[in-house]
C-alpha cells in the first residue's frame, strides 16, 4: 500500500508556511531513468567539464581558516586549483594558482599566510590583491611584453554566513539567486563563528555522483547503520528547492518507527539525554518524550551560555539534522552546536574516481555544560577550541566496490 509521506511520515505540519522549517512545495522533476553512462563515460565526464563545473558556485571553504589579512587555503577541482585569500579590507579574494608567466603552482601549501606570494620558478611576485609587485631582472623583457602588469588572474568569490565560494564564470547569477534559499537559512548557523576541528579527504574508486547518491537520502539506515534506529528515525522531510538545493530534516532523539518498543527510555536514549544536560536517572516521561525535553534544555542551556543566535531556531533544529544539498556537489548536515560539511569532488581525468572531502565545525564555547556533540565522532585529543587549524588528512582508498 502506497504511503502518504504528507500525512504519516514525521514533518513540520504545523509549521508556519513562512517558516523555515515549512514543508516546500513539490517539484516535479520527471520519471526519466538517468542514462547509467553518466557513471563513468570519459565524454560525459568532459561535457560536465565544460558545461558544469566552470559555471556553478563551488564551495571553496569557510571564512574562519583565513581570519587575519594575508591568511590563505588553496581549493582544487579536477585540474583546477585556486587561491583564496584574506584582504586588507577584511574581504576574501580567489585567484587561480598560476603564474601568469610560465604556469607555475603559486602556493605551494594548503594553508598559510602571506605578505605576498613568490613564485619558485622565477621569483616573480605578487600582492594578496593578485597584482604584480616585482618582476626579477625586469630590465631584460621588452616593455612591451609586460607593459600590462600580468597579476594572478581572479575569479568571482562570494560568501553566505561564514562559507566561501568561488565561481569561473565571471557571467554566473550572484550565489545568493544560484543557491535559492531563504535569507536566514544558512546565516542563522552563525558558521563565520565555527572552526573546522577535523578535516579529511579520501579517495573512492566511483563517480562522484555515486557519491552525491548515497548520502542524499536515509534510505539506506535500516540496512547500512541499523545502530541508528534507537536515536534517529529515518522517515525524513525532503524539500527541493527552485534552484537546485535541496534539504533532509532528520529528527534524531527519536526511536525508528521501525523499533517495536516504542516507550521505554533505553540506553541510546538515555546517552542522548546525557548529552543534551539532562540526568537520565531523574527523567521520568518516556521515549517519545526524549526529545522534546533535550530540546528544552539545549535552549536553556544556550541561554546560560549567551549563545543569543539559538533564539533564531526552531525547536526542531535544537536536535534534528538539517541536511542541506548545494547542487552539484555538497551536503552540510547543520546543527546549531557545528556543522559538517561533506564535498564530492571528481577526479581531474577518471571518471571512476572522486574525492570525499569532510569537515567538521564546531562552535567553541567557554561552558563546561557546552560539550562536543557524539555525532561529531571526533577522535580522542582533537583541539575543538579553534586555535590551531588541523593538517587535511589524506586517507587513499582500495580498489573500486564489486
Not at 600590462?148 to 568561488?166: A, Y
Not at 538515555?270 to 521515549?287: N, V
Not at 539559538?310 to 544539498?325: I, N, P
Request: glycine fraction near 8%; hydrophobic fraction near 35%; charged fraction near 20%.
Amino acid at each position: 500500500m502506497a504511503v502518504n509521506y504528507r500525512v504519516e511520515w514525521p514533518m513540520s505540519l504545523g509549521a508556519a508556511p513562512d517558516s523555515l522549517e515549512a514543508k516546500q512545495p513539490d517539484i516535479d522533476n520527471g520519471l526519466d531513468v538517468v542514462d547509467p553512462s553518466r557513471y563513468y563515460s570519459p565524454e560525459f565526464m568532459q561535457r560536465e567539464w565544460q558545461r558544469l563545473w566552470p559555471r556553478v558556485w563551488l564551495l571553496a571553504g569557510v571564512a574562519s581558516d583565513i581570519p587575519e589579512e594575508g591568511d590563505y587555503f588553496t581549493f582544487a577541482v579536477g585540474a583546477e586549483e585556486f587561491i583564496l585569500v584574506r584582504q586588507a579590507d577584511e574581504s576574501v579574494k580567489a585567484f587561480y594558482n598560476v603564474c601568469p608567466h610560465r604556469g607555475n603552482r603559486i602556493a605551494l601549501n594548503e594553508h598559510g599566510c602571506v605578505s605576498r606570494f613568490t613564485c619558485t620558478f622565477h621569483g616573480w611576485q605578487f600582492g594578496c590583491d593578485g597584482n604584480l609587485q616585482r618582476v626579477t631582472d625586469q630590465g631584460t623583457f621588452n616593455p612591451k611584453l609586460i607593459a600590462h602588469k600580468p597579476g594572478l588572474t581572479e575569479v568571482r568569490c562570494e560568501g553566505v554566513g561564514g562559507v566561501l565560494f568561488i565561481n569561473m564564470d565571471a557571467n554566473a547569477a550572484p550565489l545568493a539567486q544560484y543557491l535559492g534559499l531563504p535569507h536566514g537559512y544558512i546565516e542563522n548557523y552563525e558558521i563565520d563563528k565555527m572552526h573546522v576541528v577535523h578535516h579529511v579527504r579520501s579517495e573512492w574508486k566511483a563517480n562522484w555522483k555515486t557519491g552525491v547518491d548515497a548520502f542524499y537520502e536515509t534510505y539506506h539506515l535500516p540496512w547500512v547503520h541499523p545502530q541508528t534506529q534507537g536515536v534517529m528515525e529515518d522517515y525524513s522531510q525532503y524539500d527541493l528547492y527552485p534552484n537546485g538545493a535541496s534539504r533532509m530534516i532528520v529528527p534524531i532523539c527519536v526511536k525508528s518507527h521501525r523499533v517495536a518498543d516504542q516507550h521505554t527510555v533505553d540506553p541510546y536514549l538515555q546517552f542522548m539525554l546525557k548529552e543534551g544536560g539532562i540526568d537520565p536517572a531523574k527523567f521520568t516521561g518516556d521515549a517519545s518524550e526524549v526529545r522534546r525535553a533535550i530540546q528544552k534544555s539545549k535552549r536553556a542551556r544556550a541561554l546560560a551560555a549567551g549563545l543569543t543566535h539559538y533564539e533564531r531556531f526552531t525547536d526542531g533544529q535544537l536536535t534534528d539534522s538539517w541536511a542541506t544539498g548545494l547542487f552539484p556537489n555538497v551536503q552540510m548536515g547543520m546543527h546549531p552546536e557545528g556543522v559538517f560539511i561533506m564535498r564530492f569532488l571528481p577526479h581531474a581525468t577518471d571518471p571512476e574516481t572522486f574525492y570525499y572531502d569532510t569537515m567538521i565545525l564546531y562552535r567553541y564555547v567557554d561552558d563546561p555544560n557546552y560539550t562536543v556533540p557524539a555525532w561529531m565522532g571526533l577522535p580522542a585529543g582533537i583541539d575543538v577550541t579553534g586555535r590551531t587549524r588541523p593538517n587535511v588528512i589524506h586517507v587513499p582508498v582500495g580498489q573500486k566496490p564489486n
